[in-house]
C-alpha cells in the first residue's frame, strides 16, 4: 500500500527532539526529494489534517470499497494541486467557558480555505480579537483579554492581512467572580426598642457584578445582651445606633447601614432627692431628680414629669423646691403622656425641713456630688455651719477654717483622683464637737454611663501566635489553623472537582507545526492524587498578613488522545503561592481579605505515560505541559486565596469575649436575688505592624435603673487607654481598670450599694436583729498601681443602723473608707484578698455618743466596710474579659473543633497604674 508523501521545506535548524519526533512518525520525503526545486512551488498553506489514530492507507467510501492512496512515485510534480488559500476565520475559546469574572480569555483563531478544510499556515499571520460588548472586557498592554462584566458576550477573530473576520462570533458566558463588596440596606432604618427589621443584601464581586449565589449573614458592630439575629433579621432591645452589615466570608469591603433604637414607652420611674439627706434648712433648695426608662431598662432621656409638692412650697425652677417652714413634706413625681401599658407612673419621697437644718452642710462640692476637675488642681470648698450656741470653732481636714456670716465657711483643696473626703469638725462656745465628713468624687476623665468605653480591652498577638512554626502537637497559632486546612481532603476535593468542569484540559488542537501540524491531541482529566507534605508560613505584615503555601505533589491521571491515545500521569513537583492579606476593621468587625497575589511560582512538570506513546507523549509533552501546569497553578491559587481568606476571615471575625457572655448575675447584698448587668462589646481599633497584631475592644455594662441620683459617667484616670503590653510571650491581654469602674458604675446604678444587709453579709459575727440599712450616693471606684494592687474607694454612705441593746432605733452614720487589696489570678477570674483599710471616716447624725458607743460603732462599720469591700470587688467582676477566637461551624469540615476556642493560655498576670496585663501563651482552650 502506498503512503502519502509529506512535502517538508528546508528548515533552518531543527531541534533534535523534533527529528526524534518526525522519525518515531516515519516521516521521510517523498520521491520529489527535500529541499529540490519541485518543493519551492509547494504552497505556504496545508491541509493535511491530523492522524486520528486509523490506518491512513484506506479510507471507507459511501459504498464500503477500500479506496488505495495513489504511490507518491506516480505523481508527477505538475499534476500536485495546492491547496487553496484561506477563506474564512472561525473564533474558537480555548479557556474555560463559562468563565469567572477576572478570568483570562484564550482563543484560537483557525482558518479554513473554500472547501472548509482546516488551513494551517507556515507562519501564524497576525490576529486580532474583537470583544462585544466592549464594556465586557479589559485587554491588557500584551493584548491579554480579561472578563469583566457579567452576561454573555462574544469574540470575534480578524486577519487583517487575508481580510478575514469571523462574522460568527463565538459566545462566551461570563459569570460573577468571587465576592468582594456586599452591601446592606435595611427596610427601616428607626425602630422602637424590641422592634425588629430586616436586612437585604446585595454582594458584588470586585468587577461590581452581582453574585446571586451568595449565601450573605447579617452582623452588628456592637455585641452583647438585647441584640437578637435571626437570618437578615433582627431584634434589638437596647438603645443606640447600630451598624448592621451583611457579610460573606473573604468580602474585601462591608457596605453597612446605620440603624437606630429608640426606647419605647415609658415602664418605669425611680426618682431621688438632690442633695439626698435626712434633714433640710429652712430655705434650702431641694430637687427632685428623675430617670424614666422603658420595659427593656433603656433610659428615656426626653420623658416629662412633672413634680409637686403637698404641702405647697416654693417652686424654685423646675422640679426645685425651697420651703419657708419647718414641717414634712411629700414630694410626688408624675410622668406625663402615654405609657406602657397606659399604667400610671408615680414615686414619691419625703423631706424633712428643721430651722437649723444639719449641724454641719457641704454645699460645694456637696456630700454624694461628682465633679469635673483635675487630680492635682486646687477648689475651692463651701459649707455652713450650725448651732443653737453658735459656732467658736471649725476645721476642715484638721486646718483651721474662718467662719462667716451664719456660720458659712470656705477653703481651698488639692484634688485628687476618685474619691476625696473632707472631714469637718465644729466646736460651740461650751466645747461640745460635732463632726460630718462629706465625700464628692472627682475627675477630669469621663466615660457615658450608658456608652462604650472604646479601647480598655486589648489582645496583642505575636509573631509566634501567628506562626509558631511547629506543626507537631496540638493548634496554637493561626496559621497551625490553615496547615489543618491544607492537609485536609479539601484542597484534592476542590482540585479533583474543578480539574473534572474543566474538561477537556486541552481542547483538540495542534502540539507541532512544520508546514503543516504534525501532531494533534487532547487531554481530558481523569483523577488526581495529592500526597504532600504540604507546608503555609505567617508573617505579619503592616496592615496585614503574608501567607506563603506550598502544595507539594500532584499528580493527574489524564487521557489523551488525537495522534497518540493513550492514558498516563503528569506529575507536579510543587505550586507555591505567595500572597498578602489585608486584616482591618470592616463595619465594626475584624476581617481578612485580598490585598494581591505577590507570585506563584510552579515545580517540574514531568509526565509519565506507558509504552512506544509514552516516548512520542514524553517528547512532544512541551507543547502542551505548560497548559496543565498553568491550569492547575491557577486553581491552587484561587483555592489557597478564597479558601484561606474565608477560614481566617471566618475566625477573626468570630473574636469575641465569651468569658463573661451576654449578662452577668451578681448576688445581692442582702442574698435576696441578683442585679443583672447588660456586657456589651465592639471593636474599637485594629493596628497590625511587623511586630503585632493589636485589637482594640469598647466594652459597654449597664443595669436597670434602682435610683435616679445623677451621674456624670465613669471615672477614669488619666493617661493611655489602649495598651500594646510589652512581652515576649505569645499573646497577651491587657484591660483598662475603666472596666472595673463600669462594672461598679452598673452595680450602684442597679442598686446593689442600696441594700439592708445583716447575716448574709456579716455572718454571726452580729448579734441577733441588728441590722444595716445602706444608702450609696456614689459610684465606688477603684484603682490600679504596680505589682497587684487595687485600692477601692467608698464614699458618701449614709447607714442606717439597728444594734439591739446599743442602738434599739435607727441611728443614721456617714460613712467612707479605702481599702486595698492584692489582686491576683485564678483561671480566668480574679481574686481579690489581703483586704487592709486604709483611711476610714464616719459621722454620727444627730447623736452623741459615749467611748463605749464610738467603739463599738467604729468596729462594727469597720467590718461592714470589709464585707463591702469584699463582695465589691470579688462579686463584681467574677471574670475578667479576655478575647479569644471562636471556630466556627464551617471549619467542621477540615476536621477542626468548631466551638472551641482559640486564645490566651496559661496566663500569668501582672499591672500597671492603669491596667490589669495578662500574658501566656496562644492555642486551643
Not at 448592621?244 to 446605620?258: H, I, K, N, R
Not at 438632690?274 to 426608662?293: E, F, H, K, M, R
Not at 488525537?562 to 505567595?578: A, M, S
Amino acid at each position: 500500500m502506498s503512503q502519502r508523501p509529506f512535502f517538508i521545506p528546508i528548515l533552518v535548524a531543527q531541534t533534535t527532539r523534533l527529528a526524534l519526533v518526525l522519525a518515531a512518525l516515519g516521516l521521510a520525503c517523498g520521491s520529489m526529494g527535500c529541499g529540490t526545486d519541485e518543493s519551492n512551488s509547494k504552497s505556504r498553506w496545508s491541509t493535511e489534517e491530523p492522524d486520528t489514530g486509523e490506518d491512513s492507507s484506506s479510507k471507507d467510501t459511501d459504498d464500503g470499497a477500500d479506496v488505495g492512496e495513489p504511490d507518491a512515485s506516480e505523481v508527477e510534480p505538475g499534476d500536485v494541486q495546492l491547496p487553496s488559500a484561506p477563506t474564512r476565520v472561525e473564533t474558537v475559546i480555548t479557556s474555560a467557558n463559562p468563565v469567572a469574572a477576572g478570568g483570562q480569555v484564550t482563543v484560537e483563531c483557525q482558518l479554513f480555505d473554500a472547501d472548509d478544510q482546516r488551513v494551517y499556515p507556515e507562519a501564524a499571520p497576525a490576529q486580532l480579537v474583537y470583544t462585544s460588548p466592549t464594556t465586557s472586557f479589559l485587554r491588557s498592554a500584551n493584548g491579554q483579554i480579561q472578563a469583566i462584566r457579567a452576561g454573555v458576550a462574544s469574540l470575534s477573530c480578524a486577519i487583517e492581512s487575508l481580510g478575514l473576520v469571523d462574522l460568527e462570533p463565538a459566545r462566551l458566558t461570563i459569570v460573577a467572580g468571587e465576592a468582594h463588596t456586599v452591601t446592606t440596606v435595611l427596610d427601616r432604618h428607626v425602630i422602637s426598642a424590641g422592634e425588629t427589621t430586616s436586612a437585604f443584601c446585595v454582594v458584588f464581586d470586585a468587577y461590581d457584578n452581582v453574585v446571586s449565589d451568595a449565601e450573605p449573614t447579617l452582623i452588628s458592630d456592637v455585641s452583647g445582651s438585647g441584640i437578637n439575629i435571626e437570618g437578615l433579621d433582627v431584634t434589638i432591645t437596647r438603645a443606640g445606633f447600630y451598624t448592621l452589615s451583611c457579610t460573606v466570608p473573604g468580602a474585601a469591603f462591608l457596605d453597612g447601614d446605620l440603624l437606630e433604637v429608640n426606647p419605647t414607652l415609658p415602664a418605669h420611674l425611680v426618682i431621688s432627692r438632690v442633695p439626698d439627706q435626712n434633714v433640710y434648712a429652712v430655705g434650702q433648695v431641694i430637687s427632685i431628680a428623675s430617670l424614666v426608662t422603658d420595659r427593656y431598662d433603656n433610659t428615656i432621656t426626653n420623658a416629662r414629669v412633672g413634680v409637686t409638692s403637698d404641702p405647697v412650697g416654693e417652686e424654685f425652677g423646675s422640679a426645685r423646691f425651697r420651703y419657708h417652714q419647718e414641717g414634712t413634706y411629700v414630694l410626688t413625681a408624675l410622668v406625663e403622656g402615654p405609657t406602657e401599658g397606659d399604667v400610671e407612673l408615680r414615686a414619691q419621697t419625703t423631706v424633712i425641713i428643721n430651722s437649723f437644718g444639719p449641724a454641719i452642710q457641704c454645699d460645694y462640692p456637696a456630700d454624694g456630688q461628682m465633679i469635673h476637675a483635675a487630680p492635682g488642681s486646687s477648689i475651692t470648698l463651701t459649707g455652713r455651719a450650725s448651732d443653737t450656741h453658735g459656732i467658736s470653732k471649725l476645721t476642715v481636714n484638721q486646718d483651721l477654717v474662718a467662719i462667716g456670716a451664719g456660720g458659712s465657711f470656705s477653703t481651698s483643696h488639692t484634688v485628687r483622683y476618685g474619691i476625696n473626703f473632707v472631714d469637718i469638725a465644729a466646736e460651740d462656745q461650751f466645747g461640745a464637737q460635732n463632726v460630718r465628713t462629706c465625700a464628692f468624687l472627682a475627675s477630669n476623665t469621663w466615660t457615658p454611663e450608658a456608652g462604650f468605653f472604646n479601647d480598655d480591652v486589648t489582645l496583642r498577638l505575636g509573631q509566634t501566635a501567628i506562626d509558631d512554626v511547629n506543626r507537631a502537637g496540638p493548634v496554637n497559632s493561626l496559621a497551625d489553623i490553615l496547615h489543618v486546612v491544607l492537609s485536609s481532603a479539601g484542597l484534592r476535593n476542590s482540585l479533583h472537582q474543578s480539574l473534572l468542569a474543566a474538561n477537556p484540559l486541552k481542547p483538540m488542537s495542534c502540539d507541532a507545526t512544520l508546514i503543516w501540524c504534525l501532531h494533534w491531541s487532547r487531554v481530558d482529566y481523569l483523577n488526581s492524587t495529592l500526597t504532600g507534605p504540604h507546608s503555609v508560613g505567617m508573617t505579619l505584615v503592616a496592615d496585614g498578613l503574608r501567607m506563603v503555601t506550598t502544595v507539594r505533589n500532584f499528580s493527574m491521571n489524564v487521557k489523551i488522545t488525537g495522534t497518540t491515545n493513550t492514558t498516563g500521569w503528569v506529575h507536579i513537583e510543587y505550586v507555591t503561592v505567595d500572597l498578602t492579606s489585608n486584616l482591618r476593621l470592616q463595619s465594626g468587625k475584624p476581617q481578612v481579605s485580598l490585598r494581591q497575589i505577590n507570585s506563584v511560582q510552579v515545580g517540574a512538570v514531568n509526565m509519565d505515560f506507558p509504552g512506544f506513546s509514552g516516548v512520542i507523549i514524553d517528547m512532544l509533552g512541551f507543547f502542551f505541559q505548560n497548559t496543565l501546569r498553568d491550569m492547575v497553578r491557577d486553581l491552587v491559587r484561587d483555592y489557597i486565596q478564597s479558601s484561606f481568606n474565608q477560614v481566617l476571615d471566618g475566625l477573626v471575625s468570630g473574636l469575641d469575649v465569651n468569658s463573661l457572655g451576654g449578662d452577668l448575675a451578681v448576688p445581692r447584698l442582702d442574698g435576696e436575688g441578683v442585679v443583672n448587668l447588660n456586657f456589651g462589646i465592639r471593636f474599637s481599633s485594629l493596628l497590625v505592624s511587623s511586630a503585632r497584631a493589636l485589637f482594640g475592644i469598647g466594652t459597654e455594662m449597664t443595669a436597670a435603673a434602682a435610683h435616679a441620683i445623677p451621674s456624670r459617667g465613669v471615672p477614669y484616670p488619666a493617661g493611655t487607654v489602649l495598651l500594646d503590653p510589652t512581652t515576649n510571650q505569645n499573646a497577651a491581654v491587657a484591660v483598662h481598670v475603666g472596666v472595673l469602674n463600669q462594672t461598679l458604675h452598673a452595680l450602684w446604678r442597679g442598686g446593689f450599694f442600696h441594700a439592708r444587709v445583716g447575716s448574709a453579709l456579716f455572718g454571726d459575727s452580729m448579734p441577733e436583729g441588728a441590722y444595716a440599712t445602706l444608702e450609696t450616693r456614689l459610684p465606688p471606684v477603684a484603682v490600679l498601681s504596680a505589682g497587684g494592687k487595687l485600692t477601692l474607694m467608698l464614699g458618701a454612705v449614709r447607714v442606717s443602723l439597728v444594734y439591739p441593746g446599743l442602738f434599739d432605733e435607727p441611728v443614721v452614720v456617714h460613712l467612707g473608707a479605702t481599702a486595698r487589696s492584692l489582686v491576683s489570678l485564678q483561671g480566668n477570674e480574679l481574686s481579690f484578698s489581703g483586704i487592709q483599710i486604709d483611711e476610714f471616716y464616719f459621722s454620727p447624725e444627730s447623736i452623741a455618743l459615749n467611748e463605749q458607743s464610738r467603739d463599738v460603732l467604729d468596729n462594727f462599720l469597720r467590718n461592714l466596710v470589709q464585707g463591702l469591700v469584699d463582695a465589691s470587688l470579688n462579686n463584681a467582676l467574677p471574670s475578667l474579659p479576655i478575647p479569644s477566637f471562636v471556630l466556627p461551624a464551617s471549619m467542621s469540615v477540615y476536621g477542626l473543633p468548631a466551638g472551641r476556642e482559640l486564645g490566651l493560655t496559661n496566663p500569668n498576670m501582672s499591672s500597671s497604674a492603669l491596667h490589669i496585663i495578662l500574658q501566656g501563651a496562644f492555642g486551643l482552650r
